[in-house]
């Protein structure tokens, strides 16, 4: 069935750091695809989205490009701050509107 | 500036008992979901109400069920608990079915011994 795969975690960088959390789908047809965060204590919240091919989602300094030919939405920050310390869920839309996550990756920003 | 708001936090119960966890949202959406949160799976959908009046079974429905008493409030019911519902449990809404942005609540943690 359709599915949504990220890397397993935890990451750990020092901050200033290049972040990059791989995320591939499988799904018929091309659906919406999003980026959802949890920071400690707290439930998810929407990060970006991407809803066609090459489309980018942006938010926060973070970047993900749709890439249908890798079926990829890989998440990017060029520089990471402890404040980003949390889980990241990818996710997309299934056929019947309603939102499938991958397992989520912790990241851990040392200062 | 409330949100959606979940009830308990924290929750400890013996296998066998029963509870409800309480979920209501003040921004007048039409769709609420619940969701489970385990280590390495990610969020699982266990029940959905596309709209007030309508209950939908998500992935993981075993066990578990739902009222949507109106359009504010959906509350999950474990009838007789077992350790395997040992997770963390959400709540979340949305402004329509096919509406991405979901507006979680801070979580319920449940522990069943």
């Known amino acids: 069935g359709d599915s949504v795969t990220q890397m397993e975690g935890p990451v750990t960088l020092s901050e200033e750091a290049f972040l990059t959390i791989n995320c591939t789908y499988t799904?018929?047809?091309?659906?919406?695809l999003f980026w959802y965060v949890q920071y400690p204590g707290e439930g998810l919240q929407l990060l970006l989205k991407?809803?066609?091919?090459?489309d980018k989602g942006s938010n926060k300094g973070f970047e993900a490009t749709y890439r249908k030919e890798t079926t990829s939405f890989h998440l990017e920050k060029g520089s990471v701050q402890v404040s980003d310390s949390a889980v990241y869920f990818c996710?997309?839309?299934?056929?019947?509107?309603?939102?499938?996550f991958g397992s989520g990756t912790r990241l851990l920003v040392r200062p | 500036n409330a949100g959606v708001t979940q009830t308990p936090k924290f929750q400890v119960l013996k296998t066998g008992q029963s509870m409800t966890l309480q979920c209501a949202q003040d921004m007048n959406h039409n769709s609420m979901y619940w969701y489970r949160q385990d280590p390495g799976m990610g969020l699982r959908l266990i029940y959905y109400s596309a709209s007030e009046g309508t209950t939908d079974k998500g992935e993981v429905p075993n066990g578990y069920n739902v009222s949507r008493l109106n359009k504010r409030e959906f509350s999950l019911r474990l009838e007789s608990a077992a350790p395997s519902q040992t997770s963390v449990y959400f709540c979340?809404?949305?402004?329509?079915?096919?509406?991405?942005?979901?507006?979680f609540g801070s979580g319920t943690q449940l522990s069943v011994l």
């Open positions: 799904a018929t047809g091309y659906p919406s």
């Open positions: 991407a809803t066609k091919a090459d």
């Open positions: 996710a997309r839309m299934d056929s019947s509107y309603k939102l499938i």
């Open positions: 979340a809404s949305s402004a329509g079915q096919g509406s991405e942005k979901l507006f």
